[in-house]
């Protein structure tokens, strides 16, 4: 049996409520009281031949608390007329937050647009947009609310974020809250004080003109005659000083491992990074690795192949090392197991590249195969190495 029963309003309503289409009309002063309620009524057929369970169901139609209830004329052959429901209304916002006890929640909505009204206007139009965000959001409604006025105030601040001085709003607050306060302060603030190149939370401070905590890159020098020191060395430098550092060598190794990255040979004009996985930001501004051939040495997975992607859209010279089809099927004793693919179209793979990122991809192979570096052979990673010395 499809009629409607009483619960089904419940639920209509409840889902009005939760795409924050209740929410947004308190903002917006949109009208969606009176509200017509999808009712299913049993056809005449069913009336004329369920009499009994069509009356009850009328019954229950009528009792329901708060719905408004109009009715229409049927005529039964033997028991002559009778009165059914044919639509049922609800007349007004109050009534549905009743029906769905959510009047609480209303009214700390109704203050979040008082508040805002009073202190940021220009806001008004995103909590029409996110309103469930915003109820979620209200216990820390004043103190987002202060942090925006604070920027108003000081524009591109120049101050880490643990300076900023708002009573009752620490730096671990704001940190936790970029996400958000990326949309406030893209609402209200003066456009020529945001820097839009610079996205999502690790550019937060950019974007806003906060100070951050300097990029550090970990790095080895791989030339014996560049290395003063009789140990292996082990350096790690801010991005900046990195940028300027412009060593005497003639090609670079990016290495995802820390142990390939420390057991890494003595080699002539080389030298060796300790990536980040996708964190290449930090290497954009050193110019000088653009006179160096630059070899990636990552995971033969999806998202090793996504990372080699990346970095060749800020080295287009980038070229990969041991991610090849040959690599992966001698160490298939060794295959892991990927948990999550990246399944996105990769522009910057060369063809063999490609097509091996495709079977992975496809699981041609085997389902989510992964072989993660330090699983390879370091007898494989040497003889590639010599090849690569020899062709130069």
């Not at 089904?8 to 289409?21: S, T, V, Y």
Request: aromatic share 10%; glycine share 4%; hydrophobic share 45%.
């Amino acid at each position: 049996m499809s009629w409607t029963r009483p619960r089904d309003f419940r639920i209509q309503l409840e889902k009005l409520w939760e795409r924050g289409d209740m929410l947004s009309s308190l903002v917006t002063g949109e009208s969606l009281f009176p509200r017509r309620l999808i009712l299913k009524c049993p056809t005449s057929a069913e009336m004329a031949d369920r009499f009994d369970e069509v009356r009850a169901w009328v019954g229950e139609i009528r009792t329901v608390p708060h719905c408004r209830v109009e009715t229409r004329e049927f005529k039964h052959r033997i028991l002559g007329t009778n009165s059914v429901p044919a639509e049922v209304w609800i007349d007004s916002f109050d009534v549905a937050a009743t029906v769905i006890s959510k009047r609480k929640d209303a009214a700390r909505f109704v203050a979040l647009i008082e508040e805002t009204k009073q202190f940021q206007p220009k806001l008004l139009d995103w909590l029409a947009r996110r309103p469930m965000l915003a109820l979620a959001l209200a216990d820390d409604w004043s103190r987002l609310l202060e942090i925006v006025v604070w920027l108003q105030a000081h524009p591109r601040p120049g101050v880490y974020l643990r300076q900023v001085d708002i009573p009752g709003v620490h730096s671990k607050f704001i940190e936790a809250r970029r996400n958000v306060l990326t949309e406030l302060f893209d609402m209200v603030l003066d456009p020529e004080t945001v820097d839009f190149t610079a996205s999502g939370v690790n550019g937060f401070a950019t974007r806003y003109g906060f100070r951050d905590k300097p990029l550090r890159i970990r790095f080895r020098l791989l030339d014996p005659n560049q290395i003063p020191l009789t140990h292996v060395q082990d350096i790690t430098l801010d991005a900046a000083s990195f940028a300027q550092l412009n060593p005497m060598v003639s090609q670079v190794f990016i290495i995802e491992n820390e142990i390939n990255f420390l057991a890494f040979p003595l080699l002539k004009d080389s030298l060796v990074i300790f990536g980040s996985g996708y964190g290449f930001e930090m290497s954009r501004q050193a110019n000088w690795l653009l006179r160096c051939r630059i070899y990636y040495w990552g995971d033969i997975d999806t998202h090793g192949f996504a990372i080699l992607d990346q970095l060749r859209n800020q080295f287009a010279h980038v070229e990969s090392l041991l991610m090849d089809r040959a690599t992966l099927l001698k160490f298939e004793p060794l295959w892991g197991e990927e948990e999550k693919q990246t399944l996105r179209d990769l522009p910057r793979l060369t063809l063999e590249e490609l097509s091996l990122y495709n079977d992975l991809r496809d699981n041609r192979i085997r389902k989510n195969i992964r072989l993660e570096q330090e699983r390879i052979g370091f007898g494989w990673f040497e003889t590639a190495l010599k090849r690569l010395s020899d062709s130069r």
